[in-house]
Each structure stands twice: as structure tokens, then as C-alpha cells.
């Protein structure tokens, strides 16, 4: 969705406004959101559990992780719509579950699809159980930008919090000049 552009969202959930970036994503009322800049990288964390801060993003069961990366044409010498299209079709990290989907935003290529990691592993010393996760990934040639988007949710809890996730990513609002 474009700035231009505003859907209604289901009760519960409420506009987080992601105002350095000139968007917005709906977030369930009672979540909690954290902002965090690492170099040029902009990144926001929405999720259900308080997140802790033994880590630089902290750790979450259930949420959304946003990425917003300028310049991404320069730092890997392709354009942010091929580089949103690999992280669909290419990822090594998590299994695909569905076919992805493609498609034009305005000036956004958005790339989306379903993948798991069926397996449990280790992120900054603490285990990560197996998870579910839907994703986008949408590259802006016209100025450079990647943002990327990973809903994840345990296995067990997936078929409950599957539609937070396809609310938050489906409905989120991107400017088309950032």
C-alpha cells in the first residue's frame, strides 16, 4: 500500500506510525514496537512479548521485524527489486511452504511468501525454537531502498497468529519516495 493509500484494519489493532520512513503498519493494540538505527540501517521490532535487551534487537517469540535499507543499488551492485526477489526465492536460512508472489506497489517491486525453520538454533547464545514466518521483501529502484519485513510465530502457535501476521504485512504503508 502507498502513502496515498489507507486500508481499514480489523478491531485490535491500531497505526504505528513509522514516521522517519514516511509509513505506517497496523500492530495489535496491546503490542509492544521498538526503533533502532545501526549505521544507515533502520530497523522496528512489533511484537507481542516485551522485548529484552540482552541483545541489539532483543529477543521475541511472536512479531514483526522491519529492515529499511538505503543505498542497497550501491552496496550490492544490482537493483533493491532483484535483491527483495532473491530474498523470496533464494533464502537458504528458512524452507519455502508456499509459491511467492510478485507484484508492483506504484514505484515498490513486493515480493512475499511463507517459509519454516523446522529446526531449533542458537542466535547470540540463547536457543530459537522452530518457527513459522511470512515475509516481504520490496525493493524501490527509483531511489535504492530495501525493506524488508519477517513475521514469525512458533510452529504450535501459527495457525492462531498467522492472520496477525497477513494483517500487519498485507496492510503495511510504504512511501514511494523513500
Request: net charge neutral.
Amino acid at each position: 500500500m502507498t502513502c496515498e493509500q489507507q486500508p481499514e484494519i480489523p478491531n485490535g489493532f491500531t497505526w504505528k506510525d513509522l514516521t522517519a520512513i514516511q509509513g505506517k503498519i497496523p500492530m495489535p493494540t496491546d503490542w509492544f514496537s521498538k526503533e533502532r538505527v545501526d549505521g544507515k540501517v533502520r530497523s522496528y521490532f512489533l511484537t507481542r512479548e516485551p522485548i529484552t535487551s540482552d541483545s541489539p534487537e532483543g529477543f521475541f517469540t511472536t512479531g514483526l521485524s522491519m529492515y529499511i535499507a538505503p543505498r542497497v543499488n550501491q552496496d550490492f551492485n544490482r537493483p533493491p527489486s532483484e535483491v527483495a526477489k532473491r530474498f523470496v526465492t533464494k533464502q537458504k536460512e528458512m524452507t519455502p511452504v508456499s509459491d511467492y508472489e510478485i507484484k508492483l506497489d506504484g514505484k515498490l517491486v513486493v515480493c512475499r511468501r511463507n517459509f519454516t525453520i523446522g529446526r531449533k538454533f542458537l542466535v547470540g547464545g540463547r536457543i530459537i525454537e522452530p518457527m513459522n514466518v511470512y515475509a516481504e521483501a520490496t525493493g524501490n529502484d527509483h531511489t535504492g531502498t530495501l525493506f524488508t519485513m519477517i513475521f514469525e510465530s512458533p510452529i504450535e502457535k501459527w495457525p492462531e497468529d498467522k492472520e496477525i501476521g497477513c494483517v500487519m504485512i498485507n496492510n503495511r504503508v510504504l512511501s514511494q519516495e523513500i
